[in-house]
């Protein structure tokens, strides 16, 4: 376990704000974990954990304990002519993981190839793109309790999955510190090719394996998104909001190229990004907060923007879309600090 004080988390954000955190835990193993949740002495003022910090806006300093996995390894648990069950440390590298598990023929993540982040916030956020979702494979999850250093394992249907959603953005909420994640991967998977630009893209590729999906997700992404390296952002920023088949056939009528998509129960999901590019956003900058030029759904940080500047422009976004459509836009990036 390593304990820091008063440090910057600049390089702790994928947006890349520049702000403090009055303590930063970094936990290496379970064990840490249990007796550092009993014995609490070493955390003070509120905790809150944090991976990669991609799915965060820092908005101000934070007056408490950062909590940090860097739990690793990537284990075979059990193994049959069909399937396989692995688990992860929920330190390990997002697709670290994916690249590991297409490397050795386990079908079912390859279509979340590219995401920012660690193991630990696939369950907590459901992660999804390309017609996957993280719940899709979550065979369980093994996490401590924060507030007093328990074990517990929550099987696919305890994490009660939603869009971008499960129980441990709810009920919850900062209460369980995950250790380790179990997937069901396939042996023999059926690949999912359908959505939207990919199946032109693995076109490119010839093959549809589980190498060229990873391979056609990287380039689709490459060419939306903007690195984080280069250009602190936290992929979409909104969620794509669901509304009911009246509103989505009204909205159809005037706009007949509107993107839509069945959400699978009995609502209809627009795509955030098209509504608020329609809304004239593609490229606006405000000083050093702006909107992608390639991605409306992506606010970047092309260098010193504070936290404050995105939330900003991202109150001015929600607003257009509202008077335009009236649709009002969900945060998916999670605010942490005054607003
Ligand atoms: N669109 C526009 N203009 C834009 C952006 C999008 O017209 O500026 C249109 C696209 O042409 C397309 C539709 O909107 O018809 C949807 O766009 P896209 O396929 O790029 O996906 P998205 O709905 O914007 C979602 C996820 C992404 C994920 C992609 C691919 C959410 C909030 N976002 O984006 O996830 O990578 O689908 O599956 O669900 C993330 O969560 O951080 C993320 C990047």
């Known amino acids: 376990m390593k304990v820091f004080h008063n440090i910057s988390l600049r390089n702790r954000n994928t947006f890349g704000i520049d702000i403090k955190a009055d303590r930063f835990i970094s936990i290496e193993n379970e064990q840490e974990a249990e007796s550092l949740f009993k014995d609490r002495t070493l955390i003070s003022g509120q905790s809150l954990i944090i991976g990669a910090g991609s799915n965060m806006l820092f908005t101000g300093n934070f007056a408490g304990t950062m909590l940090h996995s860097e739990l690793g390894g990537i284990r075979v648990e059990e193994i049959n002519n069909e399937d396989v069950i692995i688990s992860s440390g929920s330190g390990v590298n997002w697709d670290s993981l994916v690249e590991w598990c297409v490397g050795k023929g386990f079908g079912g993540i390859e279509n979340l190839s590219l995401i920012p982040g660690t193991v630990g916030a696939s369950p907590v956020q459901n992660i999804g793109a390309y017609g996957a979702e993280a719940k899709d494979c979550i065979y369980k999850v093994r996490a401590v309790s924060i507030l007093?250093?328990?074990?517990?394992?929550?099987?696919?249907?305890?994490?009660?999955?939603?869009?971008?959603?499960?129980?441990?953005?709810?009920?919850?909420?900062?209460?369980?510190?995950?250790?380790?994640?179990?997937?069901?991967?396939?042996?023999?998977?059926?690949?999912?090719?359908?959505?939207?630009?990919?199946?032109?893209?693995?076109?490119?590729?010839?093959?549809?394996?589980?190498?060229?999906?990873?391979?056609?997700?990287?380039?689709?992404?490459?060419?939306?998104?903007?690195?984080?390296?280069?250009?602190?952002?936290?992929?979409?920023?909104?969620?794509?909001?669901?509304?009911?088949?009246?509103?989505?056939?009204?909205?159809?009528?005037?706009?007949?190229?509107?993107?839509?998509?069945?959400?699978?129960?009995?609502?209809?999901?627009?795509?955030?990004?098209?509504?608020?590019?329609?809304?004239?956003?593609?490229?606006?900058?405000?000083?050093?907060?702006?909107?992608?030029?390639?991605?409306?759904?992506?606010?970047?940080?092309y260098g010193n923007a504070t936290g404050s500047d995105i939330y900003n422009l991202s109150e001015e976004i929600k607003e257009s879309v509202i008077k335009r459509f009236g649709i009002e836009l969900d945060r998916e990036v999670e605010i942490t600090g005054p607003i």
């Open 148 to 301: 007093d250093g328990s074990v517990s394992e929550f099987s696919n249907s305890d994490c009660r999955f939603g869009y971008r959603d499960s129980i441990f953005k709810s009920e919850l909420k900062g209460k369980y510190f995950v250790t380790t994640v179990f997937f069901r991967l396939n042996l023999n998977p059926e690949m999912k090719t359908e959505y939207g630009a990919l199946g032109e893209e693995l076109q490119k590729l010839g093959a549809v394996t589980l190498r060229n999906i990873r391979q056609a997700v990287i380039s689709i992404r490459k060419s939306k998104l903007p690195d984080p390296e280069l250009f602190g952002n936290a992929g979409s920023f909104f969620r794509n909001p669901v509304v009911s088949a009246e509103i989505a056939s009204s909205l159809k009528t005037e706009y007949p190229n509107m993107p839509s998509y069945p959400d699978g129960s009995g609502g209809i999901k627009l795509a955030a990004g098209w509504l608020i590019d329609l809304c004239g956003w593609k490229g606006v900058r405000r000083g050093d907060a702006g909107v992608h030029d390639k991605q409306a759904l992506v606010l970047v940080n």
